[in-house]
């Protein structure tokens, strides 16, 4: 089990696979994608993914976490961008996704926005 010291490890219980599924299971691990919206050094909700992550993770998900730099803002770029494609490719590979954004103003940051648009 993943080093989680905040939580008590004897409320995680093996997933009951017979309860859960009424048709034929997945092959795979559910596939999450994890999106954040700031590109700071000390970017809380950063820290907020990766440990959003790591629950995922002990939950037994795969998670792959798309970092944001360097992704163009919408229509500066081709959609061959390296960054654009990297992005898409996840969002195809995903089954679920966690956005975690700054609020900037009121509503999420830019960063954000051009990752959803």
Known sequence: MTDLPALRQDAFRPIDHDALFAQDRLTHKP???ML???LRELSYSRFLTLEAARLLEAFGAEVKIFDPRG???????SADHP???ELRELSMWSEAQVWCSPERHGAMS?????QID
């Open 31 to 33: 596939r999450v994608l």
């Open 36 to 38: 954040y919206g700031s």
């Open 71 to 77: 992704l163009p803002l919408p229509d500066a770029e």
């Open 83 to 85: 960054k654009v494609r």
């Open 110 to 114: 830019g960063i954000m926005k051009a």
